[in-house]
Structure formats: C-alpha cells, structure tokens
C-alpha cells in the first residue's frame, strides 16, 4: 500500500472542489508530520484567496477521519497530516502477506527498449561502459519488475571503417593467435598494435582500405574474419558481464551492423520527406533548434560524402526499428553525457519524420565521468585509461580482504561469496547513489566502508536481520498484529510504507539515487527502531511484532537491491 497516494487520493477531491479544477495536492513526507500537502500555497494566487484559508477549506471537506490522528493547517498554508496508529499497524501489516511489498505492477505495460552497456568490437570496455551497464542493468530490472517487457539491446561498435585494418592485423596474427587475444581480453594491444601499423606503413594502410571496400561489398571470405572478431569480443564481453553480475546475455547483442540493410531507406525516406540537404557532398538533417557556436544550423549526417554512412544513420535506422518493428513506446539510451547533442538531434530528426511520435518517446539517460582520487579522469599508474575487469577484479579482491579481516573464522568459500556480492555491490552502488549526471570518484574506502550511504552499510543491515532471526529460532510469521508502541517503530512503520511511492518515482525519471536514498533512510531507521526496541527479549504480541517489522524491513532491502542489481547476503 503506498500511503502517499493512499493520501493524496483522499485530498484530490477535495482540492478540485475548492479550486474547481484538479489540482496535485503535491503530497510529500514532512519534518512536521508524517506528510504534508503544500498545494494551497500555489493556488493561492490562482484563487485570490490567503493559502491557510484554502487549505483550511481543503481540510473540511477533505475525508481524512479513518486514515489520519491529525489534520491541521500550520505556517503560511501547508497542510500537515498525521496518520493514525492504527491506519498505519494495519497498512505495514497489509505488507506482510504480499510479495511485492506494496508495489502494484504496472497498470499500463508498455513495450520498453533499453540501449545500453553498448562496448566496441576489438576495444577495452572502459569505465563510461561501467556506468552505462549498471544503469541500464537497473533500469531493465525495475520496468521488468513493473510488468513492463524489456527488450535489451547492446548497440555493439561492430562496423566502420576501422575494420578494415583490424581485420588486417587479424590476418597478420593469424586467426588462432587473434581469437585467443581477444577472447582473453587483451582487447586494447589487438586496437593499438593495428592503428599503429595502420599509421606507420603504407602497405598495411592500403590493405586496410581494400579490406573495408571488400567487407561493405560482402565479400564471404572478409565477412567471416569480421565475425570472428565480432564473436571473440563478445565471448569476453559476456565474461565480463558476468563478473559484474549483470542481466545481459548474448542474444541481447544487436551491433550496428543489425541496421545495414536499412540504412539506404531511412536516408531515401527522408530525402523523400524533403529532409535532407547537400551539404559538402554530404547528405544532411537540420533539425530546428540546433546551431554551433557560430550561429549556423548544425547538421546531423546522415549519407557521408564518401557515400558511406554512419553513427548517426545507424541510429536512425535503430529508433526506427525500435519503434516500427518492435513496437516499443519507451526507448531508453543509456550513453554518456558528452553524446547529448547527439541524441537530441536524433531524436529530433526522428520525430519529423514521424518515427517517433506519441505515445513513442525517447530519453537520454545521459550520465557523468567515474574520476580517480585526483578528481580527474580515471586513469591506471602508467597513465592508461583503466581497464574494466581490472576494476572489477580490485573491488572483489578488496572485499574480500574485509571480510576475512572482520571475521577470521570465515571459510574461503564463504569469504569469496561476500566478497563479490560487497564488492561489486559497492561498485554498482556508488554508481547509483550519486545523481546520474553527476561525475562521481571512486573511492575505494568509502565505497567500502560500512558506514554511510553504501552497499556494504544496507548488505550489512539485511545480514544483521537475518541473524535476528537465526537466534531467535523462528522464521516471520505474516499473520501478525503489527503494534506500534514506541516513535522509533512507528517510524520504521511510515517508512516501510514508502517503498511504492519511490519505485514508483523511480520508475519514471530513473534517477536510482531516489531508490538508493530510500533504502539508505530505511536501513538508518531500522538501526534506529533496532537500539530502542529490543525485539528478542521482547514477549508475546511485541516481540511478534517487532519481528515483523525487521523482516519486512528485510525483505524491502534485498527487493530494493535486488532492483539496483546488488545482492544480499546471509552473514556478513
Ligand atoms: N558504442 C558507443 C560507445 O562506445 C555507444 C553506443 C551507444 N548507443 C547508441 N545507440 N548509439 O561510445
């Protein structure tokens, strides 16, 4: 039961009457009360009436008696609500039974697409695809959760024209050579070795260019090399992501060479729409709204002059695809920030020509650098950019580490299975918790530590719980009466009830620092609820009660994690 909208339902009614049109009552948790209404303030000016009044008019025709102890007008207009104690005993226990924890599934699904993670054939995933695959991977998690059907799509880098000397340098090697290299990881050494012979010798660089003439042409024997360099990348792909303990497998790859065949009709069609314009021997959009810094119109190419088309074409072709033959009406691109323009004109280009229309839209879900300790661009000690799996391979060895420090007695396998749980948690987590515009630094000892807004903090919050129940014997029983003695739990009570209102929030901006704030809050409140009301040496109806609200405490702190892609575990 989400007691937000449990209390803004109550008041919608009432505002309209008094305002005599709908009206958002703009219900949030108060420092007050439990919740506050603050829409009176803003209608005051609509009205020409003094907010306290329109609120206090609010409040008498507002049917309030069964959910709240106090209804009172206070400041300059706000309403202030207090639910009533047992309101709340009976909505917690309402939790008890049901496996969703008060989240509905959504009422209308849609058909969602989730571009994201996105790395390049034969190149390092770097940190830019950390971000992108932690997000995305939560953003498929919640709408999946919600009902809605995902479709994930890892827009691979597996065309261009640097194929050509990567294909090159693959024959150089020798297919088995190549294939090992690759599919081990040593993604950036293959990249650098053929750009620096593509620079350094003519010969090598004249191969290249027929290559890449011979593998837009079809040429069988070529098309087979590029794919054994498209499948070595992805079988190292996979294993990272396995690493990272997230949702992708390999069917979700959908490279850009999935959209060749319909480059050439999104550019006839907007040529045909009267869209395109030559410019430089290139054919280009103009989207209205974009200029340079100079004023003029900025293009968005869609046919090269070379006659070759790229990024922006095979974007084009993908929303199309998204849209016409998928069916989707949500289309997600989770990519960095500095490809902001990019999309915008995408996007923009995409709705004159009617590929994207209502109910379809399209979101950026631009995000922000990871920095090192210096603040600048993460970097490893020879001054590369670092190499993800490094990363990822630091943060379990780290977290292993603490957790053989804290508890000696820990068996290797035990100690392994904490460590990747924390220490990828931690990693996804401190991804997640900062403002996805953002940049954020990593830093290992706070990410890791077990104080503060952390993976760690909430995994640890979750073990502690369940050794409650370890001690005290028994499991949760659901049928309980919830009692609501002392503030500390009539606290944990409201803020148990909160979960559905910050999914829901969540499920429409995807600023999962809203989720990982609430799980922080609850976890605080918990630890709160945990030193004041002794649970195990409690008796009777209290004790039961007590129980019940740690374990739905629990059970809300490995869901909410479980939807940022972090796992719980059982001791800490
Ligand atoms: N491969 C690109 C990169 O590494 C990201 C692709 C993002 N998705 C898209 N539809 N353009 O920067």
Same mark, same amino acid.
């Given at each position: 039961m989400d007691l937000e909208k449990l209390l803004t339902d109550r008041l919608v009614p009432a505002f309209a009457a008094v305002a005599g049109g709908p009206v958002d009552p703009v219900v949030r948790r108060s420092p007050r009360a439990d919740f506050q209404s603050d829409a009176a303030l803003a209608l005051a000016r %609509?009205?020409?009436?003094?907010? %306290?009044?329109?609120?206090?008019?609010?409040?008498? %025709?507002?049917?309030?008696?069964?959910?709240?102890?106090?209804?009172?007008?206070?400041?300059?207009?706000?309403?202030?609500?207090?639910?009533?104690?047992?309101?709340?005993?009976?909505?917690?226990?309402?939790?008890?039974?049901?496996?969703?924890?008060?989240?509905?599934?959504?009422?209308?699904?849609?058909? /969602?697409?989730?571009?994201?993670?996105?790395?390049?054939?034969?190149?390092?995933?770097?940190?830019?695809?950390?971000?992108? +695959? /932690?997000?995305?991977?939560?953003?498929?998690?919640l709408l999946d959760w919600l009902g809605h059907r995902v479709v994930r799509v890892n827009h691979l880098g597996d065309w261009g024209t640097p194929f050509g000397m990567l294909i090159e340098h693959l024959v150089d090697l020798g297919e088995a050579e190549a294939g090992r290299a690759l599919s081990m990881g040593d993604l950036d050494r293959f990249y650098r070795t053929a750009r620096w012979k593509f620079d350094t010798d003519e010969v090598f660089r004249q191969r290249s260019r027929r290559r890449v003439v011979a593998l837009q042409g079809g040429d069988p024997r070529t098309r087979e090399l590029w794919r054994l360099l498209v499948e070595q990348s992805e079988r190292y792909f996979l294993a990272v992501y396995a690493l990272l303990d997230v949702t992708l497998t390999g069917v979700d790859f959908r490279g850009e060479s999935a959209y060749n065949d319909r480059l050439a009709g999104v550019v006839a069609d907007l040529d045909r729409m009267g869209l395109l314009t030559s410019s430089d021997g290139a054919e280009c959009a103009f989207p209205p709204g974009f200029t340079g810094r100079d004023g003029a119109a900025l293009p968005l190419i869609a046919r090269k002059a070379d006659g070759g088309y790229g990024y922006p074409a095979t974007d084009l072709a993908a929303l199309r695809h998204r849209t016409d033959e998928l069916g989707a009406t949500r289309l997600l691109y989770v990519v960095g920030l500095p490809q902001r323009q990019h999309f915008a004109m995408v996007f923009a280009v995409a709705e004159q020509a009617g590929w994207l229309r209502p109910p379809a839209r399209a979101e950026h879900l631009g995000f922000g650098s990871i920095l090192g300790a210096d603040g600048r661009m993460l970097r490893s000690r020879a001054g590369d950019s670092v190499k993800l799996v490094t990363l990822l391979e630091e943060a379990v060895a780290r977290a292993t580490e603490l957790a053989r420090a804290k508890n000696p007695g820990l068996d290797a396998e035990a100690a392994a299975e904490i460590g990747r749980a924390v220490g990828i948690g931690a990693l996804k987590y401190a991804d997640l918790a900062t403002e996805r515009t953002?940049?954020?630094?990593?830093?290992?000892?706070?990410?890791?530590?077990?104080?503060?807004? +952390?993976?760690?903090?909430?995994?640890?919050?979750?073990?502690?719980i369940r050794s409650v129940f370890r001690r005290a014997g028994t499991d949760p029983r659901p049928d309980v009466q919830i009692v609501l003695a002392e503030p500390a739990e009539r606290a944990l009570a409201v803020e148990l009830l909160g979960f559905a209102a910050v999914v829901a929030e969540t499920e429409r901006t995807l600023a999962f620092h809203h989720l990982a704030g609430y799980l922080h809050r609850l976890a605080v409140t918990f630890s709160a609820f945990y030193e004041r009301c002794p649970v195990l040496r409690a008796t009777g109806e209290l004790r039961e009660s007590r129980l019940l609200l740690a374990d739905l405490t629990a059970r809300t702190l490995r869901q909410g994690l479980h939807l940022l892609g972090i796992r719980t575990v059982e001791r800490m």
């Open positions: %609509r009205l020409g009436r003094p907010p %306290r009044e329109i609120a206090a008019a609010v409040l008498e %025709r507002a049917e309030l008696g069964d959910l709240c102890a106090a209804a009172e007008v206070s400041g300059p207009g706000f309403l202030n609500l207090t639910v009533a104690d047992g309101a709340l005993a009976a909505l917690v226990g309402g939790l008890a039974g049901d496996e969703r924890l008060g989240v509905p599934v959504s009422a209308a699904p849609e058909r /969602v697409v989730v571009d994201y993670s996105a790395p390049n054939v034969a190149k390092e995933m770097h940190v830019g695809h950390l971000r992108s +695959t /932690v997000i995305g991977d939560a953003a498929v998690r953002r940049d954020h630094v990593l830093d290992w000892e706070r990410m890791l530590s077990l104080d503060g807004n +952390t993976a760690p903090y909430l995994q640890y919050a979750y073990a502690r």
